[in-house]
């Protein structure tokens, strides 16, 4: 089943995707690899592929899940590393 999500992007991944949100529908349940593989391709984000962590309405998803539960309305952050001194 494909569930209606909001993709929020931060610092290099907004500049590279060139704005804040989007929306996209996504299958649930889905594996973090997948749902970071899907994100990568679908947005263009191969350059920052390896540094990106995703947030799950807030809170960070486990890497190593294999079951990751959508629902409609949720809200997927996208959080390259960030630098700063």
């Not at 704005?19 to 899907?38: C, H, M, Q």
């Not at 995703?54 to 952050?77: M, Q, R, Y």
Request: proline content about 7%; glycine content about 4%.
């Amino acid at each position: 089943m494909l569930v209606p999500v909001k993709v929020l992007f931060f610092a290099k991944s907004r500049e590279i995707v060139g704005k804040k949100s989007s929306n996209l529908a996504l299958p649930s349940p889905i594996s973090y690899k997948t749902l970071l593989e899907t994100l990568i391709t679908t947005y263009l984000l191969h350059d920052i592929a390896q540094n990106i962590i995703l947030s799950l309405n807030e809170e960070f998803c486990n890497v190593e899940s294999t079951e990751i539960v959508l629902k409609p309305g949720d809200e997927l952050a996208v959080i390259p590393p960030l630098s700063g001194g």
